[in-house]
């Protein structure tokens, strides 16, 4: 006989066979589809929206639950079920006419956002971001504001289960204020040069490079695919179709490297998941941060060391033969750290990233709470954008309006950059406690230790713990911003002589 559990377990796995048509859908909009599929493809979306949402949260499922919980047996039962029943929870809470509200508010307010950054005209974005947040306050309280907590943190569930403002708090100011000061020093220091990035350097040579690079890494092109996008980024539907996408300029094979290597740590943890428990919590990604932490840990802990350009001067010598002739192991290493305090956040180097971060969680937990006006965000900004980064903000679109997070409703999201970035200098050092010589296996690009490391701690384990069990466990420690701190600090102060 069908267990109730069997029975559950099958119905979220139709759930996310219509996601992951989704997923598939949403990569060839961003990648293939012609202009004339826009329309078509909107109604395509909505209706698996629909469908899957309509699965999701249906009766049915509710009393399959209920009957799972009181049978649950064995460690993955458990799991599975409590973090079935917490989705279930979330998608039942909010009346199906706010979610409607919601969808198509965000849906006109992101139109106007486009426009109104276009324009630099804030103005014209304002009652739409009015209007997103006197809704994202009504979708909170539904939600329910955890035990003494705000209503933000309800929102912030969605991307990082635990994730509490206070908590963040606690961990950001001296972190703002560290970070200020160490970019305050490098600015008075002498940058390395930037001579490696302004090279011109054929695009087909340049994937040719990245695309080897993430195969060394161990993404998996049996596996998945790496194509090109606008903004770079991770989906496909399960760990047998990864897609990841990059982007080219002629003159920045460094942006290029890094936002390959950025999105293939997506990429390995996503080929990581356990397959065994496909479209069930144990083999989904537990949180955005932890998500993040993979792709920022290739992307800076790896990508931006000594003994990777070690390995990869080689590599571009193969590939770009003359055009890099005289660029030694130093001089990459130095330029792939340089530090610059710019105003657009997703152009940010490691030491500065944070601070944008940070300004945008304490804004945005000052609007919830009522705390600052829209009308007063420009000015707030732009004062955060002096104190923390020392630079002026000429207008809102390289300001306030550069982001397209609060257009789309997704508040309580910009910490799990920050989150995804301290984990990732957790498991880092957790791996170099545990992999001997870790080093020397990068220059010689072996990075089968690493990926199997990460494997076994993170990737493997999907949902069953909790971000914060899980950094604990793989680490020793919970979150702990320290350990970011001083890694950052002993790569940048000899870098730049301070
Ligand atoms: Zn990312």
């Known amino acids: 006989m069908t267990t109730a559990y069997e029975t559950l ?22 990648t293939m589809m012609p202009a004339g599929g826009v329309e078509h493809r909107a109604k395509q979306m909505a209706l ?18 209920a009957t799972s919980a009181d ?35 965000t849906s006109r307010a992101q139109h106007a956002w486009a426009e109104a950054r276009a324009a630099s005209d804030f103005a014209a974005f304002q009652p739409w971001l009015d209007k997103v947040l006197h809704l994202s306050r009504q979708r909170a309280e539904c939600l329910g504001v955890p035990e003494g907590g705000e209503l933000w943190d309800a929102l912030a569930e969605d991307f990082e289960p635990g994730m509490r ?6 961990l950001f100011t001296p972190l703002r204020e560290k970070l200020s000061t160490l970019v305050r020093e490098i600015g008075s220091a002498t940058p390395p040069s930037n001579r490696f990035n302004e090279l011109t350097l054929p695009i087909e040579q340049q994937e040719a490079f990245v695309r080897s690079v993430a195969g060394s890494m161990g993404f998996d092109f049996e596996r998945g695919r790496l194509d090109r996008s606008t903004h ?21 094979l460094g942006d290029a490297l890094g936002s390959t ?3 293939a740590g997506h990429g390995l943890y996503e080929q990581g998941l356990s397959a065994d428990h496909l479209g069930t919590p144990l083999g989904s990604s537990v949180s955005l941060g932890i998500h993040e932490s993979q792709s920022r840990l290739w992307e800076n802990h790896v990508g931006r060391s000594a003994a990777f350009w070690r390995w990869a001067r080689p590599q571009l010598a193969s590939t770009f033969g003359a055009a890099v002739a005289d660029f030694d192991e130093p001089e990459l290493f130095r330029t792939a750290n340089l530090v610059r305090p710019s ?11 944070n601070l944008h971060v940070v300004v945008r969680f304490e804004l945005e937990r000052a609007l919830i709470r009522g705390d600052l006006t829209t009308a007063d965000l420009p000015a707030a900004w732009n004062e955060a954008y002096v104190d923390c980064l020392g630079v002026e903000v000429p207008d809102d679109r390289r300001g306030c309006l550069q982001d397209v997070h609060w257009s789309c409703g997704l508040v309580g999201y910009f910490p799990t950059y920050t989150l995804g970035t301290l984990y990732s200098a957790q498991f880092y050092a957790a791996a170099e406690r545990a992999i001997p010589d870790l080093d020397g296996h990068i220059e010689r690009g072996e990075f089968e230790p690493l990926r199997g490391w990460l494997l076994a701690n993170v990737h493997c384990h999907g949902r069953r713990f ?10 020793g420690s919970g979150l702990d911003a320290d350990v970011f701190l001083s890694y950052l600090e002993s790569k940048l102060r000899p870098v730049y002589g301070i």
Do not use: K
Request: charged letters at 30%; glycine letters at 4%.
């Open 261 to 263: 290597m950025h999105e």
């Open 343 to 353: 105003l657009i956040r997703v152009e940010a180097d490691e030491a500065t990233y």
């Open 466 to 475: 909790s971000p914060d069990a899980l950094c604990a466990r793989a680490t």
């Open 165 to 170: 403002a206070a908590s963040l708090e606690r």
């Open 232 to 252: 770079p980024f991770c989906g496909g539907s399960h760990y047998g179709d990864v897609r990841i996408t990059t982007r080219f300029h002629d003159d920045n």
């Open 48 to 65: 698996l929206a629909q469908l899957s949402h309509e699965r999701a949260s249906s009766d049915e499922l509710g009393d399959l639950l």
């Open 71 to 105: 049978e649950a047996a064995g460690d993955d039962a458990i799991a599975n079920v409590r973090e079935l029943q917490r989705d279930y929870e979330r998608r039942t809470r909010v009346p199906a006419a706010l979610v409607a509200e919601m969808a198509e508010t």
């Open 9 to 30: 377990l099958e119905r979220t796995r139709e759930v996310h066979l219509l996601e992951s048509t989704a997923e598939i859908l949403s990569w060839d909009q961003e």
